[in-house]
């Protein structure tokens, strides 16, 4: 299929004739060279495709192919002039994929175990699911004074164990560690109308779950790439008008998110832009003197004021 845009195709070693697995990964501006250190020695029925999603650097286009020729894997990376957002290179790292099921492995991701993809082969051959949500971790990822917010919120939020997991549903499902067969994901693509930042995966899980049960297991990765607190802060912003189009698409699912709940009571309250820069002093402790547990809440509360600004 030809894209209706600008893009280059390198291929870094030649195609994979039938491969069992390909690996997907979208990057804007962020280097994924040490997720492809950790998939050093793939089997030999494993292929991964990478999008460049406008970041126009060769420096970083360079390290990447370097990276990927380390790996000895069959590799491609296609490079977009313009940034189109995660949903749309997710779709198109789709009609790129040979493989017959994909592995969705966020740039920043580095996987927890050296059997990492052995674990989803292994999956693959004994289950077959439509889709399974490997986990998320923090294993050897240790926090800065920049990155401590996001540590905490995401150690309480997102390290999960599978059988917890498995009870939240979609809603516990993120696209940075996700198989899906490649058949299903061609009948069920991702909303490009999700743009910018953030929810596209969620919206995802939440239709797919529909389509089919979501698999949860303990295959995890780590995030490498924690935020630092005025970038969650920037992201918390633009995440509003997809947090809204979430809202609007499943209402009775989102309708039980704390952070829909939280939104629709701060649509309400008054002077809300000055509750907001509250939220944000506190969420930043420019005195180096604020619990973690106060920062961690007024960063909630933050979000959700964002997100007010956009619901209905």
């Given at each position: 299929?030809?894209?209706?845009y600008?893009?280059r195709?390198?291929?870094?070693?030649?195609?994979a004739?039938?491969p069992r697995?390909?690996?997907?990964t979208?990057?804007y501006?962020?280097?994924?060279?040490?997720?492809?250190?950790?998939l050093?020695?793939?089997?030999?029925?494993?292929?991964?495709?990478?999008?460049?999603?406008g970041?126009?650097?060769?420096?970083?286009?360079?390290?990447v192919?370097?990276?990927?020729?380390?790996?000895?894997?069959p590799?491609?990376?296609?490079?977009?002039?313009?940034?189109?957002g995660?949903?749309?290179?997710?779709?198109?790292?789709?009609?790129?994929?040979?493989?017959?099921?994909?592995?969705?492995l966020?740039?920043?991701?580095?996987?927890e175990?050296?059997?990492?993809?052995?674990?989803?082969?292994?999956?693959?051959?004994?289950?077959?699911?439509?889709?399974a949500f490997?986990?998320?971790s923090?294993?050897?990822?240790s926090p800065?004074?920049?990155?401590?917010?996001?540590?905490?919120?995401f150690?309480?939020?997102?390290?999960?164990?599978?059988?917890?997991?498995?009870?939240?549903?979609a809603?516990?499902?993120?696209?940075?560690?996700l198989?899906?067969?490649?058949?299903f994901?061609?009948?069920?693509?991702?909303?490009a109308?999700?743009?910018?930042?953030?929810?596209?995966?969620?919206?995802?899980?939440l239709?797919?779950a529909?389509r089919?049960?979501?698999?949860?297991i303990?295959?995890?990765?780590?995030?490498?790439?924690?935020d630092?607190?005025?970038?969650?802060?920037?992201k918390s912003?633009?995440a509003?008008p997809?947090f809204?189009?979430?809202?609007a698409?499943?209402?009775?699912s989102?309708?039980r998110f704390a952070a829909?709940?939280t939104?629709?009571m701060?649509k309400?309250?008054?002077?809300?832009?000055?509750?907001?820069?509250?939220?944000?002093?506190?969420?930043?402790d420019?005195?180096?003197?604020?619990p973690m547990?106060?920062?961690?809440?007024?960063?909630k509360?933050?979000?959700?004021?964002?997100?007010?600004e956009?619901?209905?």
């Amino acid at each position: 299929m030809p894209a209706p845009y600008s893009e280059r195709l390198v291929c870094v070693a030649p195609r994979a004739q039938s491969p069992r697995l390909s690996v997907l990964t979208p990057y804007y501006r962020y280097d994924p060279a040490p997720m492809l250190a950790a998939l050093a020695g793939a089997p030999r029925d494993v292929e991964i495709v990478l999008l460049d999603d406008g970041s126009r650097s060769a420096t970083l286009l360079s390290s990447v192919i370097a990276a990927a020729e380390r790996t000895g894997a069959p590799v491609r990376v296609i490079v977009w002039e313009e940034n189109r957002g995660r949903a749309e290179a997710r779709n198109r790292l789709i009609t790129e994929a040979r493989g017959e099921y994909v592995l969705f492995l966020d740039a920043d991701m580095i996987p927890e175990s050296p059997r990492f993809l052995h674990t989803w082969l292994a999956l693959i051959q004994s289950q077959r699911p439509f889709t399974a949500f490997g986990g998320l971790s923090l294993a050897n990822v240790s926090p800065t004074s920049e990155t401590a917010l996001h540590h905490d919120l995401f150690a309480r939020s997102d390290c999960l164990p599978a059988h917890v997991r498995q009870r939240r549903g979609a809603q516990a499902v993120a696209s940075a560690n996700l198989l899906v067969r490649r058949d299903f994901l061609r009948a069920a693509p991702f909303d490009a109308n999700f743009t910018g930042w953030g929810f596209e995966d969620v919206d995802w899980a939440l239709s797919a779950a529909r389509r089919a049960p979501i698999l949860h297991i303990d295959n995890p990765a780590a995030h490498a790439g924690l935020d630092s607190v005025e970038a969650l802060m920037r992201k918390s912003a633009e995440a509003g008008p997809n947090f809204a189009r979430l809202a609007a698409k499943h209402p009775e699912s989102v309708a039980r998110f704390a952070a829909h709940r939280t939104a629709r009571m701060l649509k309400h309250a008054p002077m809300r832009a000055h509750l907001r820069k509250l939220f944000a002093w506190f969420a930043r402790d420019p005195l180096s003197a604020t619990p973690m547990a106060l920062r961690r809440t007024a960063f909630k509360l933050y979000r959700a004021s964002c997100f007010a600004e956009h619901l209905a």
